[in-house]
């Protein structure tokens, strides 16, 4: 059974920095592209970012260029969110997925990881 567990979410004020991290576990995790979505208050979830695997390329949002780095451990089945410079605008839901391409996600999706940024 796949799971996908987000966790490093919180309350930072502008400008602040969080790394959020997903443990995934029940599939072969490092033949999978992953990502990193988005869900504003009252909106649609979107995608921030993506990594691929074997490979490791990276593709973000423009709203989140120069400010978020995506990186993966494959030993620990990790993904990982650095959020630094972080605005208003990014609060919300954090979810990660897992894709055989970025931004299409394969699985249920886990519960997520709020983050608020507010001073």
């Known amino acids: 059974q796949v799971h996908l567990v987000e966790s490093g979410g919180g309350l930072v004020q502008p400008g602040g920095s969080l790394r959020l991290s997903c443990a995934a576990s029940?599939?072969?995790?490092?033949?999978?592209?992953m990502s990193w979505y988005h869900q504003a208050p009252g909106k649609e979830r979107e995608l921030v970012a993506g990594?691929?695997?074997?490979?490791?390329?990276?593709n973000y949002a423009d709203s989140v260029k120069g400010r978020f780095t995506i990186s993966r451990d494959n030993a620990k089945n990790t993904v990982y969110l650095q959020m630094n410079s972080l605005k208003p605008d990014d609060t919300g839901v954090y979810y990660c997925?897992?894709?055989?391409?970025?931004?299409?996600?394969?699985?249920?999706w886990g519960q997520g990881t709020q983050v608020t940024v507010s001073s």
């Open positions: 029940g599939f072969t995790f490092s033949i999978y592209a």
């Open positions: 997925n897992a894709g055989y391409v970025v931004g299409v996600p394969r699985f249920d």
């Open positions: 990594i691929q695997s074997p490979g490791g390329n990276t």
